[in-house]
């Protein structure tokens, strides 16, 4: 990785942003689910309801790939100083965005274990920064 240890972010700087964005997610998911139940005619979606979620993933989708393809970082991120960038430190690409979305929910699965993956990593990376080749760093302190 071309990044020097100091720009690398600690764990729980990284949770602290998700929690940020956690939030953040929340409230999209409740307006998303005001529009969904508008759309059903005032009809709450049953338990379980596969497209429903769908809807869901695809609006946490696009906040994420939104955030990080035209500014580099979430209000999360950028409250914690962090940038993701690609393997050159240059902005991500919508592709790369997307292939750390599909990763980052595979580093989830296993109890999180692709998260604290970084705590045992020499370079103190996750799964999906190693699998997308994409890199949060630290930002500088601003004067």
């Known amino acids: 990785m071309?990044?020097?240890?100091?720009?690398?972010?600690?764990?729980?700087?990284r949770l602290a942003a998700i929690l940020y964005d956690g939030?953040?997610?929340?409230?999209?998911?409740?307006?998303?689910g005001?529009?969904?139940?508008?759309?059903?005619?005032?009809?709450?979606?049953?338990?379980?309801?596969g497209l429903f979620r769908?809807?869901?993933?695809?609006?946490?989708?696009?906040?994420?790939?939104?955030?990080?393809?035209?500014?580099?970082q979430t209000?999360?991120?950028?409250?914690w100083r962090l940038q993701l960038v690609d393997a050159r430190g240059d902005r991500v690409t919508?592709?790369?965005a997307s292939h750390r979305f599909v990763t980052a929910l595979l580093s989830w699965l296993p109890a999180g274990i692709g998260f604290l993956w970084a705590l045992f990593d020499?370079?103190?990376?996750?799964?999906?920064d190693r699998l997308s080749r994409t890199y949060l760093v630290l930002e500088p302190?601003?004067?």
Do not use: C, K, N
């Open 2 to 13: 071309p990044f020097p240890l100091e720009q690398r972010p600690s764990l729980l700087r």
């Open 23 to 32: 939030l953040l997610l929340i409230a999209l998911w409740m307006g998303a």
């Open 34 to 49: 005001a529009l969904w139940i508008a759309f059903q005619g005032g009809a709450a979606a049953p338990a379980g309801d």
């Open 54 to 72: 769908l809807y869901l993933l695809a609006v946490a989708y696009a906040f994420f790939i939104g955030f990080w393809v035209w500014g580099g």
């Open 75 to 79: 209000l999360g991120m950028r409250a």
């Open 94 to 96: 919508p592709r790369a």
């Open 122 to 128: 020499r370079q103190g990376l996750t799964w999906h």
């Open 141 to 143: 302190r601003r004067r």
